[in-house]
């Protein structure tokens, strides 16, 4: 199993509903993004796209898009320079 696969099996383990709400109050949300940023989608692994992978300093650091979102909603992984742990995460409206 790739180490994106392996992120994107993670992501409903990382997104409790505290986090779900703080992802949430970044947004304005309209009836559109209500649909969008329901629970259930969110932590639906399926949805989540690898848009990018860079190393830098030793660390790797990957991007990946929530596709029902449209281009607003990534999770940002950073994993050790060996890419077998995860170091940190980030969730981010864009």
């Not at 409903?12 to 109050?25: G, H, K, V």
């Not at 300093?57 to 890419?83: M, N, S």
Request: with cysteine; net charge negative.
């Amino acid at each position: 199993m790739s180490m994106s696969d392996k992120i994107k099996a993670l992501i409903p383990t990382w997104l409790t509903d505290a986090y779900i709400e703080n992802i949430r109050s970044q947004f304005t949300l309209s009836p559109q993004d209500e649909e969008f940023l329901k629970p259930e989608l969110l932590r639906n692994p399926k949805l989540w796209k690898r848009m990018s992978k860079e190393n830098d300093r030793g660390l790797i650091t990957r991007c990946f898009d929530f596709r029902p979102a449209d281009d607003q909603l990534r999770l940002y992984v950073v994993t050790d320079k060996e890419d077998k742990n995860v170091v940190a995460y980030l969730f981010q409206g864009e």
